[in-house]
């Protein structure tokens, strides 16, 4: 006998299952830029040189979720950028230092919003004449936090100059890369005029035309012996992960190695001597930075 009650049941079931197989998989698109200004396939870079990569990435028809750029090599793997994102079309560029691999595979990979992946490749070699770069140091840099009126609080690490923010004309403004603060929720801190919170402790920060932004690796741990036997920028240039770098570094102490990235693309790294004194104390530093 026809039981009409058990068929109906059974068709929307293969209806449901019928859909979600046919269900539309978006599958995202990647290429790399070409032209003149973007570092090629199978290029010959030297230690520390610049390179410049570009991509364009469709989705297909589901928003671009995530970038990833991460490079192989005899020197060790690393991650350059996990980034997140919710565009249609990524276009894309980018500014890296070549790193002390003899032969590095970068590999770039985009996922859309249905976890669908794309990824493209390359392999640049280091120049056989690369060389390590010189580097300045500083022993000794004494820095007042906030509302010290005593010790000068900003410091330009190229030229090795402290400033009071009252001697910081419009033309110096750009020559700024390191301050640093004590509150309670944060202890002693190092940033730059470009955070977006340094207003809060220094507001003539809001009057400046040019905020420089100095970005802290907050992951990389340096033992203060290695700064201290580093000669040449090497080990500044191994020692910051583009990944964690980050617009202030918290809870700093004596003994603590941060390496950092100026605005310019200079990297260095600082090592905390002392800290005293609270939102009237100091900050001091043992710098040593690329020329």
Same mark, same amino acid.
């Given at each position: 006998? *026809?039981?009409?009650?058990?068929i109906l049941p059974l068709i929307l /079931?293969?209806?449901?299952? @019928?859909?979600?197989?046919?269900?539309? +998989?978006?599958?995202?698109? !990647?290429?790399?830029?070409?032209?003149?200004?973007?570092?090629?396939?199978?290029?010959?870079?030297?230690?520390? $040189?610049?390179?410049? *990569?570009?991509?364009?990435?469709?989705?297909?028809?589901?928003?671009?979720?995530?970038?990833?750029?991460?490079?192989?090599?005899?020197?060790?793997?690393?991650?350059?950028?996990?980034?997140? =994102?919710?565009?249609?079309? !990524? %276009?894309?560029?980018?500014?890296?230092?070549?790193? $002390?691999?003899?032969?590095? /595979?970068?590999? *770039?990979?985009?996922? &859309?919003?249905?976890?669908?992946? #794309?990824?493209?490749?390359?392999?640049?070699?280091?120049?056989?004449?690369?060389?390590?770069? #010189?580097? =300045?140091? @500083?022993?000794?840099?004494?820095?007042?936090?906030?509302? &010290?009126?005593?010790?000068? &609080?900003?410091?330009?690490?190229?030229?090795? /100059?402290? @400033?009071?923010?009252?001697?910081?004309?419009?033309?110096?403004?750009?020559?700024? $890369?390191?301050?640093?603060?004590?509150?309670?929720?944060?202890?002693?801190?190092?940033?730059?005029?470009?955070?977006?919170?340094?207003?809060l402790y220094y507001p003539v920060f809001?009057?400046?035309?040019?905020?420089?932004?100095?970005?802290?690796?907050?992951?990389?741990?340096?033992?203060?012996?290695?700064? %201290?036997? #580093?000669?040449? $920028?090497?080990? !500044?240039?191994?020692? @910051?992960?583009? +990944?964690?770098?980050?617009?202030?570094?918290?809870?700093? #102490?004596?003994? =603590?190695?941060?390496?950092?990235? =100026?605005?310019?693309?200079?990297?260095?790294?600082?090592?905390?001597?002392?800290?005293?004194?609270?939102?009237?104390?100091?900050?001091?530093?043992?710098?040593?930075?690329?020329?």
């Amino acid at each position: 006998m *026809f039981n009409s009650t058990r068929i109906l049941p059974l068709i929307l /079931l293969s209806a449901l299952l @019928y859909s979600c197989s046919g269900k539309e +998989v978006h599958t995202p698109s !990647l290429y790399f830029k070409s032209g003149a200004s973007f570092t090629p396939e199978g290029s010959e870079v030297a230690f520390n $040189d610049p390179m410049t *990569f570009g991509l364009v990435a469709d989705g297909g028809g589901a928003n671009i979720s995530m970038l990833k750029v991460t490079v192989e090599s005899e020197a060790g793997n690393r991650t350059m950028l996990d980034s997140g =994102t919710n565009i249609a079309v !990524l %276009d894309w560029t980018r500014v890296f230092s070549k790193g $002390d691999g003899w032969n590095e /595979l970068w590999t *770039f990979t985009v996922m &859309n919003r249905d976890r669908e992946q #794309a990824s493209i490749s390359l392999r640049i070699t280091k120049d056989s004449a690369s060389s390590y770069g #010189a580097i =300045t140091s @500083y022993p000794s840099i004494i820095l007042g936090t906030q509302n &010290n009126t005593a010790i000068r &609080n900003f410091f330009d690490p190229v030229n090795g /100059l402290i @400033y009071f923010p009252s001697e910081v004309t419009a033309g110096l403004e750009g020559t700024i $890369d390191i301050a640093g603060y004590y509150d309670a929720s944060d202890s002693y801190t190092m940033f730059s005029p470009g955070c977006a919170e340094s207003e809060l402790y220094y507001p003539v920060f809001s009057s400046w035309s040019v905020r420089n932004y100095t970005a802290w690796d907050i992951h990389t741990v340096v033992p203060p012996e290695a700064f %201290d036997q #580093a000669t040449n $920028d090497s080990l !500044l240039v191994a020692s @910051y992960d583009e +990944v964690y770098g980050k617009k202030k570094y918290k809870f700093i #102490a004596a003994g =603590t190695v941060i390496p950092f990235k =100026t605005a310019s693309g200079k990297k260095g790294m600082v090592k905390v001597i002392n800290t005293t004194g609270n939102e009237t104390g100091t900050i001091e530093l043992a710098i040593k930075i690329q020329k």
